[in-house]
């Protein structure tokens, strides 16, 4: 893979950020229709179907959850080492603004 550019690691690690925040919402928004099926499924057959389903649900979730948090990580360590940066550098509000001055944004 060819060496990244300083302002294609900015943009990685801006992306990674953000995609890591809309992350979030998503999996509140998974979690509530995973509750809203299981209690769907529990009304219309046994509650055994209804648990077996909230756990099969949970389970694919945490498993989504983990994969997009590693990979969102990855990409937030291959944007620090196109700029340079140590990788336990915390991404704050500083840094947000030096990544976005160095995108012209």
Known sequence: M???????????????????????NRAVVAGITGVALSLGIMGLTRWEFGLAAF????LLMQFSVERMTTSIRSSQLQGLKALGWKE???LDDACMERLKNLLDL
């Open 55 to 58: 756990l099969l649900f949970g």
């Open 2 to 24: 060819a060496a990244m550019t300083k302002k294609e690691g900015a943009r990685r690690i801006l992306d990674a950020t953000a995609s890591y925040s809309r992350m979030k």
């Open 88 to 90: 336990d550098t915390e």
